[in-house]
């Protein structure tokens, strides 16, 4: 029986349905697991995402032919069936369920098993084959509980307001920034948000995300008028001159990176917080184990250690050379969705201060 | 413990000095005398030793955390620091206590004296109790790896903030040889008498590299002398006994035993500061000869024929038991010239020898003849200059010869530690003979963090071949290196090795195959090896 997805250079391909799961290079038909850069790239022909990814989606891409799908709700594609499922990674995330003839398997995008009180819960899905991503696939990354993470984070603002500085945080724009939003106690101060972040906020207000009140950055903001503020900021603002307008003010950076000292010192925040929208060691483990697949495929992280682990765990398990490049502790995310330049086949993709791959030569994709 | 792991992550979260000040200071005023005792100890570089191997420690860990050691080791080259990875590695604390550091401390030398078993039963349950941070802390310790982002300097003001004592006067009494085993935290810090312990060192004076020649002043304020390649040491008599010490505040009394003869000659409570060099035939030998006394504790008699080394004496610092160094510099000069005018010539002792000099173009042509002499430079001291504590600017400088370079290939890489962790920082260079390429120098320093993560990210993608955690890279990339000296070593296949190699720029501009070649390196070996 042949692969119901199988890995080419221009991305995941279904032979049986004739389709792409978040290719990255241009192609007929995509679809498409969640709004972030290297997963929604510019270029397709048709796209297909859950109803809650599409208004970022149509917001960085522009005017794109772009379907809608509810989670849960079966399609057929040729002669695939294909559905979309929660995968707790951003609002609209979702891992692409594609059956054929009775062979399921499940490509997750990225995701986190945890509950961040603002994208749909992950939801495990039954399958034969399970296309996993490892980011934090190593054993030295373990999150602390939703109210501890709560508890530092607000405590550090609280701090800083007694003290008189603005605390300046920095965060994805899509995911991380309303995440933090919605743990942040707004009774401590007024938060504020850089441009890209704010744009964000509105468009996932208009489609009924519940978010504090955040007051937008603009050019003639000043840190004075805004006393004990919060400033939300993407990762590449801090330590600009865009950021001295606040005066004293203490900055910290939400990454998972920021579990490793190392990394937590090069980027010479004052506070790192370990907030990751991808699984964690336990959780990476655990999903595969509820999937009840025996085929697994890694695709971005560290993926020649997970998939040695994987397979002593007695796991069919395989590595997949992909260009998803998950969390780098950058503005990898914030890239715009770039249309393609003539006989350009690199992605942009900042610069991956921390890991990217324990592994320097991934071995051929496809399998 | 908690007390400690909040100023350790009060000092690690910070980059601005003063918060680490304010942090020291605040802990100083309230913990324990003991803990106090033990932080300064750990923060002047009194680290108890490790007692445990480090093999031992990652076996327990993983068999704890329930992975396989391999996946425990590619962890630990992720994260780069051995006790991190075991703090991050391991299930959450499941019996929380709060201990002091004190007892920490104890704890791991109570192990140390045991059986195996008993040692791991130990060592898991000291796991098993501590949190996050404090697990990290004690695993340094035990690891005898502990470091922090303060320097000895910053502690003692944090230290005199909280006392109210003098800065200076806590600096001499943080010198020397005391640990906390051998004094209490009111000997070291509150008694009136500092001068208890004979065999304390004053703070080495340190300076800068010379800036501006021009705004020296007149040259006649000036004396110059050879900035001699040995170790810096501060060698002490007093009461008949005699005790040498590095600027590191390393006690190096026993690897030098031919200068205790100094005890004949020398009168009682002298205090000189100098240069403890290879030396023969009235001429300093090269570093490389120094070298193989270094490390040693115990010195063969056969060593101590071929690298015979004595004191190149700087600076009088204590004349007839009285401290002398607020006197200017000509005085303390003076004073120092007589006491060695009274030695013999046998006596394993020499005054450095001024450079004359009526005017700074003089002293220039002097500088240029440093490498023949087998000195690094020049050092420069203002005449009516005090001998201060620590690295200050104005009164002396150090005036180096410019470094020998040569443009080489990075031909592999490996990730750093600590700060460096996860960024390709050390790298090994080759230069070209015929078709290939010799190794012959490791570098480590001298690009920027952008350039290391630049770097960083082309060697994830440019590896050939790994070996455990060294990577061969495609030979592309040309840096310049800087380097001191150079020396035939039959260890290397080069056939030399480099005194303080540094990377001074990357060669962008330069194509592979104008790298330096081996011949280039042999010819600076015949002249200047």
Redesign the interface.
Known sequence: MADVLTFTDRGIYCPAGDFYIDPWRPVDRALITHGHADHSRWGMQRYLATEAAAPVMRHRLGDVTLQTIRYGEERRIGDATVSFHPAGHVPGSAQIRVEVKGDVWVASGDYKTVADGLSEPFEPVRCHAFITECTFGLPVFTWLAEDVLTAQINGWWAANAAAGRTSIIGAYALGKAQRLLTCVDPSIGPILTHGAVENTNAVLRAQGIALPDTIRVTPDTKGADHPGALVIATPSALGTTWARRFGPSSTAFASGWMALRGVRRRRAADRGFVVSDHADWDGLNAAIKETGATRIFATHGYTSAFQRWLSEQGYDAHIVSTEYTGETGDDADDAPADPPAAGSDTVAAGDPAPPQSGDATPPQAGV | MKDFAALYARI????KTTVKVAALADYFRTAPDDDKLWTAALFTGRRPKRTITATRLRDWAAER?G??L???E??Y?????LA??IS??LPPATHASDLPLTHWIMEIRRLSALDDAARKAGILRAWDSLPGSERYLFTKLLTGSFRVGVSAKLMTRALAQATGGDEANLTHRLMGGWTPDTTTWSDLIETTDPSADLSRPYPFYLAYGLEDLAALGPATDWSAEWKWDGIRGQFILRGGEHHLWSRGEDLMTDRFPELAQLRDFLPDGTVIDGEVLAFRDETPLSFNTLQARIGRKTVPKKLLTDAPVILMAYDLLEDAGTDIRALPFADRRARLTQIIAATPDTAPLRLSPGVTFSDWDRLTAARATSRERNAEGLMLKRLDSPYLAGRKKGDWWKWKVDPLTIDAVMIYAQQG???????FTDYTFAVWDGDALVPFTKAYSGLT?AEF??IT?W?????LQ?FGPV?QVTPQHVFELAFEGIQASPRHKSGVALRFPRMLRWRHDKPLAEANTLDDLRAMLAAHG
């Open positions: 690690d979260e910070s980059t955390a992975i396989p391999w996946l425990f590619e962890s080259g992720i994260v780069g620091d991190e990875t991050l590695t530690s600590g700060r460096r962790a996860n960024l963090d993560r630049q990210a060697v994830r993608k440019n590896t790994k990577r």
